[in-house]
């Protein structure tokens, strides 16, 4: 005789079923992902094998010029007989990797320093003044445009694609400092951080383990969104000829924007314009869907609506239990009780 079996419900809160359920109820985010999947998996292809991708190398001449979108040139050619899309797609690994590097340093930079301000805000001590001396400081920095100051740095660095990089990533780390900070300050007095201190938890631990793992959530999902905003700035300066100069060596979406606005005629040639400008509107939106995305993940309340807005009806999985014995028969003999007996 078969075992009877009982049923049990998956745990809803496993990691893939919540992510999985999320993403089912915003299909723009799961876009999001896969389109930034494949933009990082072109950009190392591009990186490691070239050849792979990219039919043409940056400056060379492919004997045709002004030639309209093909199979041969799926983005045309100039007036120099380069290839377009050879050079936006050997663009995309430099452009990606200054959105990741400007960003990360202001992570680095702007994130600790934000920590320290928060975490140590103690008036009339000394963490107390350098927290007040890093706020205001970070307050000189967002009084000027992040734009205009980041062009004002280039023409003292000098030019180029380092000292572009450098300039905007010493204007960029005031805006974590903000986040982070303000994160901190909502976090350091809840009850578990004063529960921990009064179990004798160092404060260096309790920042460490307590703080910056609750902190993590909003400083994530600004960073993914942050990666495209970068992109934008780059492209911007070098659009007007600060930053990278196309042709060259190295093609870079805003200088390949800049060069064909000035030298091209865009009512004869549009896609001249339209594939580096394409290019940086892809993938900028692909970063803002990531970081919408995450921000439904990472926030618990969020996460909880989505995964019960989709939560499945399927029957629950049975599983064989151990079939129950004979009932144990009743007792007999003198002290036995007897339903039947008269007192």
Do not use: C
Request: aromatic share 10%; proline share 10%.
């Amino acid at each position: 005789m078969a075992a009877p079996t009982r049923t049990v419900a998956p745990r809803p809160d496993h990691p893939v079923l919540v992510f999985w359920r999320v993403m089912k109820a915003n299909p723009l985010s799961l876009f999001g992902f896969l389109l930034v999947a494949v933009i990082g998996i072109t950009a190392v292809v591009v990186l490691v094998a070239p050849h792979l991708l990219v039919p043409y190398a940056p400056q060379q001449e492919t004997g045709a010029i002004f030639a309209s979108p093909s199979w041969q040139h799926p983005l045309g050619t100039d007036a120099l007989g380069y290839d377009a899309y050879s050079n936006v797609m050997l663009a995309l690994p430099l452009d990606l990797g200054i959105g990741f590097a400007v960003a990360g340093s202001a992570l680095l930079l702007g994130g600790t320093l934000g920590l320290i301000a928060g975490f140590f805000d103690t008036p009339g001590t000394g963490s107390g003044w350098l927290s007040l001396s890093i706020m205001r400081v970070t307050d000189i920095f967002l009084s000027f445009p992040s734009l205009i100051l980041a062009l004002a740095l280039t023409r003292v660095l000098g030019l180029g694609v380092g000292p572009t990089v450098l300039a905007i990533s010493l204007t960029w780390w005031p805006y974590y400092v903000r986040l982070v900070r303000g994160e901190v300050l909502a976090v350091k007095h809840l009850p578990y951080i004063n529960a921990a201190r009064a179990a004798g938890v160092t404060e260096g631990r309790i920042l460490l383990r307590h703080v910056v793992r609750n902190v993590l959530e909003p400083v994530v999902v600004f960073f993914t969104l942050d990666v495209g905003t970068v992109l934008v700035t780059y492209s911007t300066i070098a659009f007007i000829g600060v930053a990278s100069r196309y042709p060259g060596p190295q093609p870079e979406w805003g200088a390949m924007l800049g060069y064909y606005q000035q030298t091209e005629p865009i009512s004869a040639y549009p896609w001249l314009i339209l594939a580096p400008g394409l290019a940086v509107f892809v993938t900028v939106f692909a970063f803002s869907l990531l970081g919408d995305g995450l921000r439904d993940i990472l926030d618990p309340r969020t996460r909880r609506a989505f995964v019960r807005s989709v939560a499945p009806h399927e029957p629950p999985k049975e599983v064989p239990v151990a079939e129950p014995g004979p009932e144990p028969a009743p007792p007999t003999g003198i002290g036995a009780s007897d339903p039947g007996a008269s007192g």
